[in-house]
């Protein structure tokens, strides 16, 4: 079964940066579609930036320019390098992987941005 462990949240100033990064096990990982998602309290869950297991990427309007989003398909490992960040990017993000009906999320981790 596949799974899928986040790291790197924590709390940082309006401005600031943090690289989260998600890797998987018991997946063929490369062939995977990637993204994170975040959900903060009182709404849905939405998507911030994914990546194709080509390495097409996607993001959310409110991240361009600030976000990246990168793959290393040895590690088995998607990071999300978050700049210039903003209060309203506070929230618990998540790691999705998706691969026809096969459809695994990690257990989130906070990201909190103090003004």
């Known amino acids: 079964q596949g799974q899928l462990v986040e790291s790197g949240g924590g709390l940082v100033q309006a401005g600031g940066s943090l690289r989260l990064s998600c890797v998987g096990s018991?997946?063929?990982?490369?062939?995977?579609?990637m993204g994170w998602y975040r959900q903060a309290p009182g709404e849905q869950r939405s998507l911030v930036a994914s990546?194709?297991?080509?390495?097409?990427?996607n993001f959310a309007d409110s991240v361009k320019g600030r976000f990246t989003i990168s793959r290393d398909n040895t590690k088995k490992m998607v990071s999300l390098q978050m700049n210039t960040l903003k209060t309203e990017d506070t929230a618990v993000y998540y790691c999705?992987?998706?691969?026809?009906?096969?459809?695994?999320w990690g257990q989130g981790t906070q990201v909190t941005v103090s003004s």
């Open positions: 999705n992987a998706r691969l026809g009906h096969n459809d695994f």
């Open positions: 018991g997946i063929a990982f490369m062939f995977y579609d």
């Open positions: 990546i194709t297991g080509g390495g097409r990427t």
